[in-house]
């Protein structure tokens, strides 16, 4: 065979494999860009969901409505020893138009107090009927003094309107005999919520 020849189609064979090796470099890169763009649209996603888990929709807000059509803040400056209220109050996934919420939510009751006096307090909420305690958990703010005790978590659905009920029970035992403490001037309890988009 001449020479030449020989040379010329090993030639050949060289740039058709040059030519494969490059085409499928260039698939492998398609396709990696490929799984790069997903990961980040998931992880984008993800992360845009959780720092919008906190903003209010555009069509309802999570509502708390009391029974005694009060806003949460009970004054308690004509209180004695001895005392005891009881307070109902519903948290709603709609508006007073019946407006939906548009996500899940996730939340809790709040219950504040200037800790001014030794109260008991006893959270329930209604669950097919009966009530059921709700356990409370404590935590002082060191600079204010104040007292915030924080409810179990609780969720509402989206899409479908739903009403939770509770009811709080606030006491001053009457075993104090201290009498800086049997003045109420100032104390108060305040009851709101904790909440958040629930992302399952």
Wanted: glycine share 4%; with cysteine.
């Amino acid at each position: 065979m001449d020479k030449t020849l020989f040379i010329e189609k090993r030639s050949g064979k060289e740039k058709m494999r040059v030519k494969f090796s490059a085409s499928l470099l260039l698939y492998y890169f398609a396709i990696a860009c490929f799984i790069a763009i997903m990961v980040s649209s998931v992880s984008f996603a993800k992360f845009s969901s959780t720092i919008s888990s906190n903003v209010t929709s555009d069509v309802a807000a999570l509502r708390i409505q009391f029974d005694d059509g009060g806003t949460g803040t009970i004054e308690l400056s004509d209180w004695t020893p001895g005392d005891q209220e009881t307070f109902n109050f519903n948290v709603m996934n709609f508006d007073s138009q019946n407006r939906l919420v548009e996500f899940a939510i996730k939340y809790r009751i709040v219950i504040e107090t200037a800790s001014l006096i030794d109260l008991n307090f006893v959270l329930s909420q209604k669950v097919n009927g009966s009530w059921t305690t709700v356990a409370l958990s404590q935590y002082v703010d060191s600079e204010s003094s104040f007292t915030i005790l924080y409810g179990e978590d609780c969720t509402l659905p989206h899409s479908v309107a739903k009403t939770d009920e509770f009811r709080l029970v606030v006491s001053w035992p009457n075993s104090s005999d201290n009498e800086n403490l049997l003045t109420t001037d100032g104390e108060y309890i305040k009851v709101g919520l904790d909440w958040q988009q629930d992302i399952a």
